[in-house]
């Protein structure tokens, strides 16, 4: 389990090293332009959203209450590193959860 986290947050990590990169690279918005004149630019942004929504749904098949709209709500915005950073904390758990299921 504890190598799986840490592979996790390697990627997550190396994904973070990229969108900085990116930003220094490229001007943000010039090329969510580009990409949403494309139609497969807006298939990857459909797919990316809705794996925010599918992340949503298992954080709040895991979480109760508030603590699931404290890690569901920054999904859109900080993506894909903020849903690394809920796996990492959650991990052991949600495995001790999926193994006990019957």
């Known amino acids: 389990m504890g190598v799986l986290r840490v592979m996790i947050a390697g990627l ?5 090293g990229l969108i900085v990169w990116a930003s220094f ?7 969510f332009d580009a990409i949403t004149a494309d139609p497969w630019g807006l298939v990857t942004l459909a797919d990316l959203y809705l794996g925010f929504v599918l992340t949503a749904v ?15 709500v920054p999904l859109p915005f900080l993506g894909n590193v903020w ?9 052991p758990e949600l495995y001790r959860r999926l ?3 019957p």
């Open 83 to 91: 849903a690394v950073i809920w796996f990492v904390v959650r991990l």
């Open 12 to 16: 997550g990590i190396g994904f973070f």
């Open 58 to 72: 298992v954080i709040a098949g895991f979480e109760r209450g508030f603590r699931a709209v404290l890690w569901i």
């Open 99 to 101: 193994v006990r299921a």
């Open 25 to 31: 690279a490229a001007d943000f918005w010039a090329s």
